[in-house]
């Protein structure tokens, strides 16, 4: 008898379980397959994965991430039918008009081409001439100099603003020179500013340096460091 109770018992749980509702999986797929998946802020895969459906009335928040695409947040509720989704990040514009270069944010020394300038007898170096060129290789990149001192041996240019298409970020550029020449030496120490904000954070001024910048500005770096004379490093 005792041997009947528990088969049965034993039964009644097996049909129970069987009975129990399942929880269905949500397949998901992104483009590109790099892209880092996340469900309710914990990680679930690269390029595609499963997550468990939702109950009835209630959501899953969704966060896929990709360097050089827009982030998508969204959300998956219990009561959609679909059994799977699929995701194509954009590519922000930020990353596609932009460029790394190691060489922003730090001044590099440019020894000036003889021809740019002259050494009195006296020891007195004037570097006229690569003044000139200076500026007209910058007045090509900028519509104005923010501030130039030639015989102070300084000149800035104002703060130059980029917008990117599908993107919230924003880039400001700025070149700062000085001469650093001595009778020994006519030098100059050239530095080009990089920093970016995003849309909200840019209506403040909280810009950030980065080590990228907007790719219409890479023919400058080359420019200030060939036509002057030779680039060394401090």
């Not at 050239?190 to 995003?198: N, T, W």
Request: neutral net charge; charged residues 25%.
């Amino acid at each position: 008898m005792k041997k009947f109770i528990l088969f049965a018992l034993l039964l009644l749980v097996g049909i129970s379980i069987q009975g129990a509702p399942k929880r269905k999986m949500i397949n998901i797929s992104v483009e590109p397959n790099e892209a880092a998946i996340y469900v309710n802020n914990s990680f679930l895969a690269n390029g595609s994965g499963e997550f468990v459906r939702p109950k009835s009335g209630k959501m899953a928040v969704i966060r896929i991430e990709c360097n050089g695409y827009k982030t998508i947040n969204t959300k998956f509720y219990g009561d959609d039918k679909r059994s799977a989704i699929s995701f194509t990040l954009q590519q922000d514009g930020y990353y596609r008009m932009s460029a790394y270069s190691g060489i922003v944010n730090k001044f590099f020394t440019v020894d000036i081409d003889p021809q740019y300038y002259t050494v009195s007898e006296d020891g007195k170096v004037d570097i006229k001439e690569a003044w000139k060129l200076l500026h007209q290789i910058l007045l090509n990149y900028f519509d104005e100099i923010a501030m130039t001192d030639i015989y102070g041996g300084y000149v800035q240019t104002p703060w130059q603003y980029k917008t990117f298409q599908m993107s919230e970020m924003q880039m400001r550029n700025r070149v700062t020179i000085r001469d650093i020449s001595t009778p020994e030496r006519a030098a100059l120490q050239i530095k080009i500013s990089s920093e970016v904000a995003a849309a909200s954070a840019a209506l403040h001024g909280e810009f950030e340096e980065i080590d990228r910048i907007a790719k219409e500005y890479e023919p400058l770096i080359e420019e200030l460091q060939t036509r002057i004379g030779k680039v060394r490093s401090l």
